[in-house]
């Protein structure tokens, strides 16, 4: 046995790497992209190659300029993964330079000049989803209508020309409408739920049609996640508790003042997307179990009152940035007490 | 027979590692041969050096005395086999980086004598000085973790501790040894048990164990028979053996890190102490030996082993067939708390409980660290409720105060904290480091303290010599100028009294008296001036 240098106790490790992590998150979005294909088209596909490659490309610059060993630093997967969140927030009517400048500010931006993963205070994705909706406000609520109502999801020729920018070929309004939050905060004019309800195709069986799906899919695969035991339980359920508690008590009876139904806003929109992909990004999450609580059930409850009260159809970007925000207020709040010391 | 008592509290966080026990509970307990050097470590650390009974050249018999601690903390040490000396100097030990500690090391040869036995005790009719001095003869000291001296950790519990807790959680993975020792020897672990509750008037005794051994809990379950023994057993979770851990966990007092459990009126042995404490005193037997765990994918045959201190690591794993090939490196301890081992020339100590000779399939290196992710899984399983990522931003940034607000100084070195960290960050190591600049800060500070208190003391006792002498000077002037007056007043009436006709002789003789009188009270009126100057005041 030759003498050499000796690591430190412990010796065994659980072997659940970062990178392990960052890939089961990955897995777990492909019911949730599987239902945007399946409700929106070829867009999505689109959205999904594009994007996670440009933060990879825009990660490896990066490390290139700081000098850093890029291979080591890009296995750990996690500008793939905030690539990948972002394809799936943004519409599926998106150019290409749309997804770009998204992902190069999420990643530039937001995350290595913080200095790279774990320093980021602001979720890389959520950045630059906020950033792109401020800029370009047309581009970004363009979603399409949903397969079944309308007319018909674009075809995977529409679909490229749209991607590629080429909008003066592909007559873009005719696919495009509001979605169930916008048609709820606008044009209930005068009408009880119900009738409301009746009224529009958009809606589906608890909230937008196809949307639901959608939902439904990144909460199977959130649940994955908490099986797996790589998010806890506190984020989610605080979040989704807080945002159907208000919207239970603005229902308002299903009169023509109600906010919508607890099931459209638990099921309508990025709710379950940012509930366990979002808001559960550990990095700009607050820490202890007890601090998750509140940073899950603040979220929450910005995300009801921007639906409700702004002018933003969707809260869940700027409700998740607010939280981020008040992660260092919330660590110091929350801190656990020491075995051993005074209550 | 009786049945176990449940756990008063339950440990915070924790982990629960693969156990791998089963490798060497395989066998009953084995002798390895007898192994042709041994190096006994005869110094302990923090004592004088002891005193040598035996030099270089000398035969010795097993169990002689070799040599007898000076300090009142020191225990004896004795020959664990017959041979000769032949070398007596320092040598470096498992389980410390730093330097050696004086050793004796014997050519061993088979003997016909008698192992030389002190004679036994019949613990009805001794006193505790008696037993406590014998521990001391015996050389006992804890076998678990620190090798702290048994009869001084006891004698500082007698009269002040109510509980005695056997604690048989081996709670680290691969480790054994007191599994084996109370599946085997349970009766004598028992009767040492027994005699510390003589010893320190202590009511009950309480048996921590994990339901992950259920042999020896079945062989403690069919032994015990004492009402004052009570058996618990708690659920297979790391850390539940460290001391203020298990102290909380099976009588609900939660111990302030650092504390002593004796001010909990509560004293921690492990079992195999408790067997060497029997052993000593109803057979007479001195610690030579001990029972320990040689395991790891590296040993064709791994197990649990009557073993003779100051075995050489590398005799002792080439008796269990080290495979040279598969073996990547060999740990002092478990996987969790051990240290890796520099050399295998290094001896077996009273409190190596076992050496894990592994492969690095088995036990593989940990992956290069990554950026921290503020995953928050340390602070779920940190036993001490600390915030492990926390205190790794302040050891790295180097902001040693905010560590030690948030308890750094607390941190147990389990590695529960490193073992779940997805980015495989060493945050033991860093801990470590940290704990110890802290420690150095601190040193640094009370010097410090020490100094500017002593220069102040200093400065306020000059400034007051210089306000005495200040005032004891005016006063001297005040003084010389009524004496002055006086005196002018005087020669002034003396000289309107007669002034034309000569002055009579009483006359000249008070004018006299007055000049030397005025003369004597100026000299007293510049006197201050010659005093030493205020620096040299005495401290
Ligand atoms: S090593 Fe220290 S910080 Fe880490 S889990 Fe153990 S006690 Fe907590
Ligand atoms: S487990 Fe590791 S990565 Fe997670 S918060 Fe703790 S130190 Fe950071």
Redesign the pocket.
């Known amino acids: 046995m030759s003498s050499r240098v000796t690591a430190s106790s412990p010796h065994m490790h659980l072997g659940h790497g970062?990178s392990q992590v960052m890939q089961l998150v990955l897995l777990a979005t492909v019911p949730g992209f599987t239902a945007l294909f399946f409700c929106f088209g070829w867009g999505v596909l689109f959205n999904l190659l594009w994007v996670p490659a440009c933060a990879v490309a825009c990660e490896a610059v990066v490390l290139k300029l700081r000098r850093r060993p890029p291979l080591a630093t890009l296995c750990d997967c996690s500008a793939l993964l905030t690539g990948v969140l972002l394809a799936a927030a943004l519409p599926p009517t998106a150019p290409w330079w749309l997804g770009l400048l998204g992902s190069g500010l999420a990643i530039v931006l937001a995350k290595q000049l913080y200095g790279g993963l774990?320093f980021n205070p602001f979720n890389p994705a959520m950045v630059g989803y906020a950033a792109l909706l401020l800029a370009f406000p047309v581009e970004m609520t363009r979603w399409l209508l949903p397969r079944d109502v309308g007319d018909a999801l674009p075809d995977f020729v529409t679909a490229l020309g749209l991607f590629l920018g080429q909008e003066t070929l592909t007559p873009i309004d005719a696919y495009t409408g509001a979605t169930a939050l916008t048609l709820f905060r606008e044009e209930l004019g005068g009408q009880t739920v119900a009738e409301f309800w009746q009224s529009s195709p958009v809606l589906g069986h608890w909230s937008g049609t196809g949307w639901e799906w959608v939902n439904g899919g990144f909460l199977l695969g959130g649940l994955f996640l908490l099986y797996r035991r790589v998010i806890g339980w506190q984020i989610p359920v605080t979040l989704l508790g807080a945002l159907a508690l208000l919207a239970t008590l603005f229902h308002d009876g299903g009169s023509s003042a109600s906010h919508g139904p607890p099931l459209l806003h638990l099921f309508g929109g990025a709710s379950m997307f940012g509930a366990f992909f979002i808001a559960t990004d550990?990095v700009t999450a607050a820490?202890s179990a007890r601090g998750r609580l509140v940073y899950g059930a603040l979220i929450g409850s910005v995300i009801f009152c921007l639906r409700a009260f702004s002018s933003y159809p969707d809260g869940v970007a700027f409700a998740v940035l607010l939280g981020n925000f008040a992660v260092p207020f919330i660590d110091r709040c929350t801190q656990p007490r020491v075995r051993g010391q005074q209550k | 027979m009786s049945l176990p008592t449940s756990p008063r509290a339950r440990m915070h966080g924790g982990i629960t590692p693969p156990g791998n026990k089963q490798q060497s509970l395989r066998h009953p307990i084995r002798r390895l041969p007898l192994p042709p050097q041994l190096i006994v470590p005869v110094e302990q650390r923090g004592e004088p050096l002891p005193e040598l009974l035996v030099s270089v050249g000398d035969r010795v018999e097993q169990g002689q005395c070799l040599a007898r601690g000076r300090g009142e903390r020191a225990v004896s040490s004795h020959a664990p086999a017959a041979g000769v000396v032949t070398d007596i100097g320092t040598q470096p030990l498992p389980d410390d980086q730093a330097g050696g500690l004086t050793c004796v090391t014997i050519a061993t040869a088979p003997s016909t004598a008698s192992t030389r036995c002190l004679p036994p005790l019949d613990p009805a009719r001794c006193g505790s000085e008696i037993l406590l001095q014998r521990l001391r003869d015996a050389g006992i000291t804890g076998l678990g973790g620190a090798g702290f001296p048994t009869h001084t950790k006891v004698l500082a519990a007698i009269g002040r501790v109510e509980t005695l807790i056997v604690n048989a959680t081996e709670c680290e993975p691969f480790i054994t040894a007191d599994a084996a020792l109370l599946q085997e020897r349970v009766d004598d672990v028992l009767r040492g048990a027994s005699l510390l509750l003589q010893i320190t008037g202590a009511s009950r005794c309480l048996i921590g164990i994990q339901d992950d051994e259920p042999a020896a809990i079945a062989s403690l379950q069919a032994a015990l028979a004492d009402a004052r023994f009570q058996l618990c057993v708690l659920p297979a979770r790391y850390p539940h053996g460290a001391e203020a851990l298990l102290v909380h966990v099976l009588t609900g007092k939660e111990v302030l890190m650092g504390r002593p459990a004796i001010d909990y009126g509560v004293l921690c042995h492990n079992p195999a102490t408790l067997h060497a404490v029997a052993r000593a005193v109803l057979h007479g037997e001195p610690l030579i030996s001990r029972v320990m765990t040689l395991t790891g994918a590296a040993l064709r045959d791994p197990g649990n082993y009557d073993v003779l201190i100051g075995t050489p690591v590398a005799t002792a794993l080439q008796a269990c067939g080290l495979d040279e090939w598969q073996h990547s490196r060999s740990l002092a301890g478990g996987p969790l708390l051990g240290v890796e081992l520099q050399q295998a020339t290094v001896p077996l100590t009273k409190t190596s409980n076992c050496i894990l000779a592994t492969t690095e399939a088995e036990l593989p290196r940990p992956p290069p660290p990554?950026?921290?992710?503020?995953?928050?899984?340390?602070?779920d399983v940190c036993p001490v409720r600390l915030l492990?990522?926390q205190l790794?931003w302040f050891s790295r940034s180097g902001e040693l105060d905010k560590a030690a607000a948030h308890h750094l100084e607390d941190c147990i070195d389990c590695g529960a904290?490193a073992y779940?960290?997805?980015?495989a960050?060493p945050?033991v190591q860093q801990f470590r480091l940290a704990k110890t600049r802290l420690a150095e800060q601190r040193i640094r500070q009370q010097q410090a303290d020490l100094a500017r208190e002593r220069f102040e003391a200093h400065q306020a006792r000059v400034a007051n010599q210089q306000r005495l002498d200040e005032q004891r000077r005016h006063e001297r002037a005040a003084l010389l100028q009524r004496k002055q007056a006086e005196a002018a007043a005087r020669a002034q009436a003396v000289n309107t009294v007669t002034p034309a006709s000569t002055p009579s002789p009483q006359d000249v003789i008070a004018a006299a008296l007055a000049r030397v009188q005025a003369r004597k009270a100026a000299k007293l009126a510049a006197a201050p001036t010659a005093l030493p100057p205020e620096g040299e005041a005495p401290p």
């Open positions: 970062t774990g550990p820490t | 990554q950026p921290c992710i503020r995953c928050g899984l340390c602070a492990p990522q790794h904290c779940v960290c997805p980015s960050i945050l």
